[in-house]
């Protein structure tokens, strides 16, 4: 009977390596576009067209459409949300700025761009996966959902902004920050008679 135990074990190696080799690449090819955040952007609207394509085309999957819609709703509020919540914990960690007197703490946010743009990628693949199988395809009426989706949405930001307001942070940075130095002019620049 020991040889039994054993022989599975020999046979399940191969493929816990191959597992293995095959999440090391994957990885290795999410670090690599870890810089090219526009990039990965690009795809991943090139897959949200292609998923509204395959919807639409096969008329159903409002279900999934729907339980997508709540999905990446909540990862904007965790990408939009500070890490430290000075409305919960005020006396803990890093403060935002209320006064110009402030000293001034970046925006940490709660969930990064990186694993935000990751989460709604890999939401995205599944849920055009889903749309291949029936079983998912429930009957439903759409503009019921589609209606209380938009209503979720407008409640969820308008709490989000009145936070934003109240504690006087924008999770959004456009570039870096330019600021004015000491410009070179002609005569500073100039060769020395060494």
Do not use: C
Request: glycine share 8%; net charge positive; hydrophobic share 45%.
């Amino acid at each position: 009977m020991e040889g039994v135990g054993s022989d599975a074990a020999a046979a399940a190696a191969p493929i816990d390596q191959w597992r293995h080799d095959v999440w090391r690449l994957y990885q290795h090819y999410l670090d690599k576009s870890t810089p090219h955040s526009t990039y990965r952007w690009i795809g991943t609207l090139v897959l949200l067209i292609v998923y509204v394509m395959r919807v639409v085309y096969v008329q159903g999957f409002y279900i999934v459409s729907y339980g997508l819609g709540i999905y990446i709703l909540n990862l904007m509020i965790g990408f939009l949300s500070p890490l430290v919540d000075p409305e919960l914990d005020p006396s803990e960690g890093p403060m935002l700025p209320t006064k110009g007197s402030d000293e001034f703490k970046p925006f940490i946010r709660r969930l990064p761009e990186f694993k935000f743009w990751h989460s709604i990628t890999t939401a995205f693949l599944i849920a055009f996966l889903m749309t291949f199988f029936s079983m998912f395809d429930v009957p439903v009426f759409w503009p019921i959902l589609l209606f209380y989706w938009l209503v979720l949405f407008i409640m969820t930001m308008r709490r989000q902004i009145a936070h934003m307001i109240k504690y006087k942070y924008i999770p959004f940075s456009i570039g870096k920050q330019k600021y004015g130095g000491k410009k070179f002019s002609a005569s500073s620049s100039g060769s020395r008679g060494d």
